[in-house]
């Protein structure tokens, strides 16, 4: 293997076996849309910029709970959804059912949704904020987080927030060419992410053909050389970061099986009280600090040379800044806040990713999200929010997009661009096939 191409990992793992149906190996793991109710010009007027769970969530429980607010949703991309079209598992079509709940707020007569527009650059956070009462950031995670060690610029690595991207088609990742050619990839991580990257370079073509995943990643998939797969992870067994859903997917994977040794479960089963079935390692043990608060892993002195041609880094997204007029904790990578309200700064607030950091689930992200508009009413409730004055909201957004050349994409417009990816779905015998340019998206948006 040329040396431009591998990548050599000296590191303390988890160790998970898996199999390729491919190869008969073991692999070890050492617009405003809706009704025409009109809205007073007197009305709560609140922006969320955001257009995935956290921002549909949000929106969803001002509208249900005051007839008075008006919500509208800005993304920059011209199709919603965010992280439930771009994150979810091609082989998860029943998490993205969560879509016609979102399209039913989108619908809604006090609720619009805004696409094509970049706040932070073709509007800032300032102007949204003489446009609305209150403005939501609700923007998730668009960062990688770096594991700083020699050789992570090497060519064949990879985060697995891009590799995730390929294959689920988002524009910013459609020129990416991960080079399948090696046998062997390691993952680094041990969180759901990494065992859905594991899933879907072990998965058979058959199955995935028949998902929306991108035409070109299926492409690349179906004569890719890939047939061992090591996930790797600093901890043990007790400390994964991955659901019980998603090993037992990996499990029962076709044509994969895992390769357990039985030393490395001892003292598992005593440690729970009851029998658990866990893929473990002893890579690094564990030192409680006081109550636990600083736990530090240290590292046993136990080196592992693995040579591989593809590694992909999942050990976790981080948010951005978005505009340097928003409070900001590089450190944690969010946005430093109380309850959803944004610290030293009335009027902002924020939900998802950018509150608490990229963890849990959709449903954490729901509840999140509904915390976060609950504290907003609150506020609207007590007075501390002054809705009072008399805001353009959109209106006024609108005429500095205008004068800026700046056109949004409606949901109407969306709901274009769906059409025409479930209609060359169909003709591949696929749920759609998800168009990966802008450019593209914008001329089908405004036909």
Not at 204 to 228: C, F, G, N, W, Y
Request: charged fraction near 25%.
């Amino acid at each position: 293997m040329s040396t431009h191409k591998a990548a050599l990992c000296k590191v303390q793992i988890l160790k998970l076996f898996l199999t390729s149906a491919r190869c008969g190996r073991i692999t070890r793991f050492h617009g405003v849309c809706g009704l025409s109710t009109s809205t007073p010009a007197s009305s709560a007027k609140v922006c969320i910029v955001g257009g995935g769970p956290a921002g549909f969530y949000t929106a969803q429980h001002l509208v249900k709970t005051r007839t008075d607010v008006q919500v509208d949703i800005y993304e920059r991309l011209p199709v919603p959804f965010g992280l439930v079209r771009f994150g979810v598992a091609p082989d998860h079509p029943e998490v993205k059912n969560v879509i016609n709940t979102f399209t039913q707020t989108a619908q809604h007569a006090r609720c619009s949704f805004h696409g094509n527009v970049r706040v932070g650059k073709d509007v800032t956070v300032e102007e949204l904020q003489e446009a609305y009462h209150a403005v939501v950031l609700s923007y998730g995670a668009e960062g990688n987080r770096t594991m700083g060690v020699p050789g992570e610029d090497l060519a064949g690595v990879y985060s697995a927030k891009d590799f995730v991207g390929w294959y689920n088609g988002l524009p910013r990742n459609s020129e990416l060419r991960p080079d399948l050619s090696c046998e062997t990839a390691v993952i680094l991580g041990q969180g759901n992410v990494a065992l859905d990257v594991a899933r879907i370079l072990l998965s058979p073509v058959d199955i995935l053909k028949k998902t929306d995943i991108t035409q070109h990643a299926l492409d690349a998939l179906a004569e890719s050389s890939v047939r061992r797969v090591l996930i790797v992870g600093r901890r043990g067994p007790l400390q994964v970061a991955c659901t019980i859903k998603e090993l037992r997917e990996m499990v029962n994977l076709p044509g994969t099986r895992p390769e357990m040794e039985a030393s490395e479960f001892e003292g598992i089963a005593e440690t729970l009280k009851c029998e658990t079935r866990l893929f473990t390692g002893p890579g690094l043990s564990v030192s409680p600090q006081g109550d636990g608060e600083g736990v530090r892993a240290v590292a046993t002195g136990e080196v592992e040379d693995v040579e591989c041609g593809l590694v992909i880094s999942s050990i976790g997204y981080k948010s951005l800044l978005i505009d340097p007029a928003v409070p900001f904790d590089t450190r944690k990578a969010i946005i430093p806040n109380t309850m959803g309200r944004v610290q030293q700064t009335a009027g902002l607030y924020c939900s998802g990713w950018v509150k608490r950091g990229p963890t849990g689930v959709i449903a954490t992200t729901m509840n999140d999200s509904f915390d976060t508009a609950r504290t907003l009413l609150q506020d609207i409730g007590k007075g501390t929010l002054d809705v009072s004055t008399v805001k353009p909201g959109s209106q006024g957004v609108s005429a500095l997009l205008e004068k800026r050349g700046v056109k949004p994409v409606s949901f109407s417009d969306w709901e274009k661009i769906d059409s025409e990816e479930t209609r060359r779905g169909e003709i591949k015998g696929k749920p759609r096939e998800k168009m990966l340019d802008v450019g593209e998206m914008l001329q089908v948006a405004r036909a």
